[in-house]
């Protein structure tokens, strides 16, 4: 099993920068943040693989403002997010897929709340 750790949620103003980051305990083949907000379903953020370091955004919006990152040496991913807005209020959540089923997001971590005021 895996675990999963993130850092680096809180509370922000409209138009500020925040990152996450997550880490895994294990090598793993790719990991992803995806977001709840409150009365909506999940959303997928972004994602990137820690072995081709190919990356995917849920939205142009997403693509624009944020970028996710890795550091395989640590298993880490983080998640830069620029000019954030109101909208971007929710919890997010690090999932990472392991390296024998690089395609199912079998690990989650416990979340992290992002709160953007305006």
């Known amino acids: 099993q895996v675990q999963l750790v993130e850092a680096g949620g809180g509370l922000v103003q409209s138009g500020d920068s925040l990152t996450l980051s997550c880490t895994a305990s294990?090598?793993?083949?790719?990991m992803a943040w995806f977001r709840r907000a409150p009365g909506k379903e999940r959303e997928f953020v972004a994602s990137?693989?820690?072995?081709?370091?190919?990356?995917?955004y849920g939205s142009d919006s997403m693509k624009g403002r944020f970028a996710i990152s890795r550091d395989n040496a640590e298993n880490t991913a983080s998640l830069q997010m620029n000019s954030l807005k109101p909208e971007d209020t929710a919890v997010y959540y690090c999932?990472?897929?392991?390296?024998?089923?690089?395609?199912?997001?079998?690990?989650w971590g416990q979340g992290t709340q992002v709160t953007v005021s305006s």
């Open positions: 990137i693989s820690l072995i081709t370091d190919t990356t995917s």
């Open positions: 999932a990472a897929a392991p390296l024998r089923a690089p395609t199912t997001w079998r690990f």
């Open positions: 294990a090598s793993i083949a790719q």
